[in-house]
């Protein structure tokens, strides 16, 4: 009963449009209040989460790629995408993922990705004669390889959830995000055949050398937080504050397009985006409390496993239950909220951790391009000025594909685990 | 009442900006002393209260800006005037829930005041402080926030402050 109010004053006020993190606190209030715990106990338990070592890495790397942001790499990427890729059939689409999957590597956040590759990619893509609802499905879709391409936000979460280095599941997902990327170049080829879409010049070795000495420094910043977090010389949070630094420097001397005054503004502004990932922490803190402490983990264990204790299975009925939550629920509180009670189960079926954080991230970011409620959809819908159905019925191609290798990386556990136990001793 | 928000706004600014600062500078202390042999004991304590004010100076900002998502599918495709009534009724239940908490987190506070910071000797009620600013900063932000949409007409809706820290 007293689970039933949590879940439903839940429910009701995400429907009325509360901000998630404030339906957590009110679901959360109601429950104590009908169960008689003093309320004393929501400031402790929100302490308690916010107070983590692995989180204090967020505002970092939020940091670290706001400031490169800022610093003219999107361009600098796209031509080196470009000059890659852009001769095959279709180029403008394979660059668009190609300059995602390095953009990737710098911010580690979808939303970022699908603004600032889009707003130069999809008016180029319809300037070359790409349809626009095609334009727009390629860098929506492509845009969820960002945080699942070290270095990642939702991986941090994972790490402050369940105890697991940051390092390695940064490293789990490399591999599944190099896969997502290349599965969607090759989409994006053959929808380019068979659509007959244009195809521009070979720009020569010349060109290739050029780009990549223009992008160079800003690419060097993902190998510099993957050998902060390797070398033990760093943790996660000095890895981000030295990126910062990085990213500041090369914005402002190197590359000269990120001016001083701008730095403010985009300190408080990473700020403000760290704080609001935090007050959602926060909250889902007293949340998945109450869930553990009614035993929901356990119940929900015990419920699937009493139908089957197949892995297979199990690993099916949980990509299942995430992609539909991925539908309508934000991220970071799905992960919160839904990662503990999962892993429960998970565990109880021999699956290893961090193959398992590693599939719940996956299908997290895959919902960023699903209706009803697809933030990289919205983003890019607009950026083209369509309206979302066109752009839904474009992305269904790649939809799959990421599902495709979504099913591969749920069975084939050496994918995300095998970098981690190789580099990581 | 225009001049209360610029001014809390401007406040909160300055407090998240000097809050992240904190946090950066510790940790390239950190770094800076590992590297050169010296490493303080307390920048990690340091860095974990910079992080704890930077959520609570954030929080009211997050929720302007509308950093602070929500699911917004349903209501904002309700015929008029529901959006705005749901915007208010939303706006309402942030007051109400922080207005509620308000007392809790002041008792929290309070019990840091036997306690101290392992290695800055820090009382702990400055530390668990930062949640009662948490809160403060929502309520003033979502009570500002139902006085416009009353008084002034206005949307409800997120928006990026203006005014430069």
Same mark, same amino acid.
């Given at each position: ?425 | ?47 974990? +209260? ?90 003033? +932000? ?24």
């Amino acid at each position: 009963m007293n689970v039933l109010i949590l879940l439903s004053v839940f429910a009701a006020c995400l429907v009325i449009g509360v901000p998630i993190a404030i339906a957590l606190g009110l679901s959360s209030l109601a429950y104590l209040f009908a169960v008689g715990i003093p309320f004393v106990v929501m400031p402790q338990k929100m302490y308690a989460g916010m107070d983590v070592f692995v989180l204090l890495s967020i505002p970092g790397f939020i940091l670290a790629g706001n400031l490169m942001n800022g610093g003219g790499i999107t361009e600098r990427i796209i031509r080196f995408a470009n000059s890659m890729v852009g001769w095959i059939r279709g180029g403008l689409g394979l660059t668009n993922v190609a300059a995602s999957m390095l953009f990737g590597g710098i911010t580690g956040t979808a939303v970022a990705d699908a603004a600032s590759i889009g707003s130069v990619m999809i008016p180029g893509m319809k300037k070359a004669g790409y349809p626009a609802d095609f334009s727009a499905a390629i860098t929506a879709a492509s845009s969820t390889v960002g945080p699942i391409i070290p270095p990642s936000v939702p991986m941090i979460i994972v790490g402050a959830l369940s105890g697991i280095s940051v390092g390695k599941m940064f490293l789990a997902g490399a591999i599944p995000g190099i896969l997502m990327g290349l599965a969607m170049m090759l989409t994006a080829y053959v929808i380019a055949v068979r659509r007959k879409f244009p195809r521009q010049e070979w720009l020569g070795f010349k060109e290739l050398g050029r780009s990549f000495v223009s992008a160079f420094w800003a690419i060097s910043m993902t190998g510099l937080i993957i050998y902060g977090l390797l070398s033990g010389f760093a943790t996660p949070t000095e890895t981000a504050v030295v990126a910062s630094v990085y990213a500041f420097a090369v914005g402002t001397f190197v590359y000269r397009e990120l001016p001083i005054r701008a730095v403010p503004k985009i300190l408080i502004d990473s700020a403000i985006s760290s704080a609001a990932i935090l007050v959602l922490v926060g909250f889902a803190n007293v949340f998945a409390w109450i869930l553990v402490s009614e035993r929901i983990p356990q119940a929900i264990a015990a419920s699937i496993l009493s139908i089957t204790d197949n892995r297979f299975v199990i690993i099916l009925i949980i990509n299942i239950l995430l992609l539909i939550v991925g539908m309508f629920m934000e991220t970071i509180a799905a992960l919160i909220i839904l990662f503990v009670p999962l892993l429960t189960l998970a565990t109880a079926v021999g699956i290893d951790p961090i193959h398992f954080a590693t599939l719940v991230v996956l299908n997290l970011m895959i919902g960023l391009t699903t209706p009803p409620v697809g933030v990289c959809l919205f983003i890019c819908a607009n950026i083209a000025r369509l309206p979302l159905t066109p752009v839904i019925k474009a992305i269904f191609p790649f939809l799959l594909t990421n599902i495709a290798v979504l099913l591969l990386v749920s069975y084939i556990p050496a994918l995300s685990t095998w970098l981690p136990s190789v580099l990581t001793k | 009442m225009q001049h209360i928000n610029l001014w809390v706004t401007r406040a909160c600014r300055w407090g998240v900006g000097i809050a992240f600062a904190v946090l950066i500078l510790a940790v390239l202390v950190q770094v800076i002393g590992r590297t050169i042999g010296v490493s303080p004991v307390w920048s990690e304590e340091l860095t974990r +209260f910079g992080l704890l004010y930077l959520a609570a100076f954030g929080a009211g900002l997050a929720l302007v800006s509308g950093d602070l998502v929500n699911v917004d599918v349903i209501c904002e495709t309700l015929p008029p005037p529901w959006p705005r009534r749901l915007r208010l009724v939303s706006a309402l239940l942030v007051t109400g829930l922080c207005a509620l908490l308000i007392g809790p987190a002041w008792k929290f506070t309070s019990i840091g005041v036997m306690q101290t910071s392992p290695a800055l000797r820090l009382r702990m009620d400055f530390v668990h402080a930062s949640v009662l600013i948490l809160l403060g900063s929502l309520l003033i +932000f979502s009570l500002l926030r139902v006085l416009g949409m009353i008084f002034n007409d206005e949307s409800g809706l997120p928006s990026q402050p203006e005014i430069p820290s």
